[in-house]
Nanobody, 114 residues
């Protein structure tokens, strides 16, 4: 059983940056793919970005160029660098990872003020 714990969320002004972290209780080397998703109030959870064990990345079209996903296998940590934040980026951000089973974190709140 792997636990994922997100951190790094908070309140930021529009145009600012945040870096989210997702620390795994076990090795993330077993996770073939990891990702970030977000859910805004009243909306469905949506894909932000994914990254494979080999480092291949995929982003939601609307976020390309502003967000960057990375993983540090030595630290068992997944990251999401978010730049040029907009009020519409306000959401709870979740990390997940697949290792025969999809594991999810509890989420971290990101609020972008205008």
């Amino acid at each position: 059983q792997v636990q994922l714990v997100e951190s790094g969320g908070g309140l930021v002004q529009a145009g600012g940056s945040l870096r989210l972290s997702c620390l795994a209780s076990g090795s993330i080397r077993s996770m073939s793919v990891m990702g970030w998703y977000r859910q805004a109030p009243g909306k469905q959870r949506e894909l932000v970005a994914t990254i494979t064990r080999g480092g291949s990345t995929n982003y939601a079209d609307s976020l390309k160029g502003r967000f960057a996903i990375s993983r540090d296998n030595a630290k068992d940590t997944l990251y999401l660098q978010m730049n040029s934040l907009k009020p519409e980026d306000t959401a709870v951000y979740y990390c997940n990872g697949y290792a025969g089973y999809m594991y999810w974190g509890q989420g971290t709140q990101v609020t972008v003020s205008s």
